[in-house]
């Protein structure tokens, strides 16, 4: 039995890798290099398009226990990430080309898939399929996910920061730290005076955005709000932001900055560096203004620009099964950001579940959702039963989707701590079972 997995991206990959190691012959179509977005820059498999950063690594965080439950599910992705990992404190950050390079080639030499480049302009009539088109999905494709769905796409705008070199950022003027100390001195920190943030501020307010091609209202995932966006939400919204400076000490002055723009290792090498919290929409010239208003960036090289993109996706609670496949007709699943889980682990996991739903489905095995307890199913059971589909909006893993404890531990450490052992402690029972059912 083979199944067809349409998109090369992180949700695709992983339901491809998942499946050929269960021994299932599976084709993966990619449309790039011949068809290609605005926000990708590269032909490779998996190519991260926003940040390098796939947030927290630590198991208090649902983040990070989002990774270490992919990690004992053997996750490509994870793997991966693990050997192209850069110098960020508590979070997971990779080289990004050496990370998608890696996860090409695996996929291409994987004996059970056939890697084709080319677009695909509709879900085959049979067959099993997985769609993991991403929020860039449109055209043809689009219009037959349209037809299989019966409804149209919401959407919503979203933004990466500008990356920047490490030879063109004044160090007389910044310093390497991580907040509070956690971790190494990963983050170059630039400082800003109180007068030097409202001077950047009002920048923002006035600045010149590109016009998006797509029409429709803007309607932004406050998880990747643009920085002029969060400017002009109001004054101080970007100091208790991702420009506070709590828990920095400017070894120059030996104080805590009114504000801090803090910059992202980019890639191995440490040579390139993205700025944190700055994903943009502003036009090119803008961005190299807004630059030239941050203490030590005044003349930083951008060797790649911030821009702004459509995401789509589907009301996946009206369309879909907690295990991704859509309920009229049970051959289709959707994995990936199309389905409303938003980010790079949270595809991943979507893929994961759904290439193992329907590898025992195509093994004539009986299957069971990762617990609502976990990470993983959590995204799962969001996606497909959200309160209110009229409402649906793409979600981040956060506690707050995950089954509470009872009885429920006020201490918030502490709670976070007991939330992923517990996680942790149900998904070895239930890959137990999943792995018994296999033999």
């Known amino acids: ?183 190494e001195k990963d983050y170059i920190n630039c400082p800003l005076t109180e007068e030097e943030y409202h001077r950047l501020i009002a920048f923002l307010v006035q600045a010149k955005k590109h016009k998006p091609d797509m029409e429709g209202e803007e309607i932004y995932f406050e998880g990747c709000m643009p920085v002029e966006e969060m400017a002009r939400r109001g004054e101080k919204t970007l100091a208790f932001g991702p420009l506070k400076p709590v828990g920095l000490i400017d070894p120059h002055t030996k104080q805590e900055p009114y504000a801090v723009v803090q910059l992202r290792i980019d890639n191995k090498e440490k040579t390139l560096f993205n700025l944190v919290g700055f994903q943009t929409s502003l036009v090119f010239s803008e961005q190299k203004k807004m630059l030239s208003l941050i203490p030590g960036l005044e003349e930083a090289e951008i060797v790649r620009y911030g821009v702004m993109h459509q995401n789509s996706y589907i009301n996946s609670p009206l369309l879909l099964g907690s295990d991704g496949s859509l309920q009229a007709d049970p051959r289709i699943y959707f994995a990936g950001q199309i389905t409303g889980v938003e980010g790079y682990i949270e595809s991943v996991a979507s893929g994961l579940a759904s290439a193992w739903s329907l590898a025992a489905k195509i093994h004539g095995q009986p299957y069971e959702a990762f ?69």
């Open 1 to 183: 039995m083979q199944v067809t997995i349409i998109g090369g991206g992180l949700a695709g990959v992983e339901a491809a890798y998942q499946l050929a190691n269960q021994g299932v012959d599976v084709v993966l179509y990619e449309q790039r290099p011949i068809q290609t977005s605005k926000a990708h820059h590269t032909e490779y498999l998996s190519e991260l398009v926003c940040s390098n950063s796939l947030r927290s690594n630590e198991i208090g965080n649902a983040s990070g226990l989002l990774k270490e439950e992919l990690r004992i599910c053997g996750s490509l992705v994870m793997q991966v990430a693990d050997k192209n990992k850069v110098p960020a404190g508590g979070a997971l950050a990779v080289d990004r080309e050496k990370f998608s390079q890696s996860i090409t080639k695996i996929i291409e030499e994987h004996e059970h898939i056939q890697l084709i480049r080319q677009p695909v302009n509709e879900i085959p009539t049979k067959g099993y399929i997985v769609v993991a088109t991403g929020p860039l999905t449109e055209g043809p494709i689009a219009d037959s996910i349209r037809f299989v769905c019966g409804q149209d796409y919401f959407h919503f705008f979203d933004a990466a920061a500008p990356v920047v070199t490490l030879e063109s950022i004044n160090m007389e003027k910044s310093w390497w730290a991580s907040r509070y100390d956690k971790g």
């Open 371 to 439: 617990p609502d307890t976990t990470a993983i199913g959590s995204l799962m059971r969001y996606i497909s039963t959200s309160a209110d589909a009229r409402y649906f909006q793409p979600m981040n893993i956060n506690w707050g989707i995950v089954t509470e404890l009872i009885p429920r531990i006020r201490q918030k450490k502490l709670r976070n701590e007991a939330l992923g052992k517990r996680a942790l402690t149900d998904l070895d029972a239930y890959i137990n079972r999943y792995r018994s059912q296999k033999k």
